[in-house]
């Protein structure tokens, strides 16, 4: 049993057992807030990353899921993507492809992927305005107290430096507030040219998950969750960033990632 609690300020806390256990717990949410979703607008807006996030959810390919999930409804989208081609091994479309979605009924124009064929610069604007698009239209819902979207379910890996998506500690792209859809140039991760969206889209969402795993997470997550002197700088750890304005905020975790963490 996954050990959980709620933080005053930083959302649910669920400590899992082992890898196995959180896959479990993490798809069945999922499939929880797809079936909400789609029950109250008609469709399903998730946002992926890349790293080991895919692997995690491999089970919603499996049975029941893969039957009870009802994937027409899903409309696909990335937190932040690496600028190289579709077919790159970097490529967090890539990844999420080969593992999971050829192997559901989404439909392919319901996934909305960057345009690996032009600049970071460009690839960031043009997905911006295919959001907006969406935004205008309705398949994606408008957020309630600022002009960012909302989407249903924003899930986030975290790297053991506290990044989310393509937010790097102390990095300019932190503090862009004006657009939605970012990049960068120089990444201190490999490749360095990536897109990537803003805060305030994440803190827009009506769910945000973060998910951290391996012993390496367990600082970073100590200090995106705990309660820290006034005097810690939130510029250089951006998990810390991650609020969601009127949604809600999970963190998944096995136990080493959990291991420093006050309440464990």
């Excluded at 919603?60 to 696909?76: G, H, Q, R």
């Excluded at 792209?173 to 360095?192: C, G, H, I, M, R």
Aim: aromatic share 8%; glycine share 4%; net charge negative.
């Amino acid at each position: 049993m996954a050990l959980t609690w709620t933080h005053k300020d930083r959302g649910e806390i669920r400590v899992h057992e082992n890898l196995e256990e959180l896959s479990i717990d993490l798809v069945d949410y999922i499939a929880e807030i797809s079936e909400a979703s789609i029950k109250d607008h008609g469709a399903f807006c998730i946002v992926l990353s890349g790293g080991s996030l895919i692997s995690l959810m491999g089970k919603l390919i499996e049975p029941p899921y893969d039957k009870i999930v009802d994937w027409a409804k899903w409309y696909v989208f990335w937190a932040d993507e690496r600028v190289v081609a579709k077919s790159h091994d970097d490529s967090n479309y890539k990844l999420a492809k080969d593992n999971l979605l050829s192997k559901v009924n989404v439909f392919p124009r319901h996934i909305c992927s960057i345009n690996d064929t032009v600049s970071a610069e460009e690839a960031a604007a043009e997905y911006e305005f295919a959001i907006r698009q969406m935004v205008r239209t309705r398949t994606v819902a408008a957020s309630d107290n600022s002009d960012c979207p909302k989407f249903d379910l924003i899930l986030l890996g975290m790297g053991s430096d506290g990044h989310v998506a393509s937010l790097f500690p102390n990095h300019p792209a932190l503090v862009v507030k004006d657009d939605w859809v970012t990049f960068l140039t120089d990444s201190p991760k490999p490749p360095p040219e990536r897109i990537t969206f803003t805060l305030p889209v994440i803190n827009s969402a009506a769910n945000v998950v973060v998910i951290a795993t391996g012993e390496s997470k367990a600082n970073a997550i100590h200090l995106a969750i705990d309660d820290l002197p006034i005097s810690e700088s939130s510029l250089s750890l951006p998990a810390r960033l991650v609020h969601p304005s009127n949604g809600n905020l999970i963190w998944f975790m096995d136990k080493p990632a959990g291991s420093k963490l006050d309440q464990v």
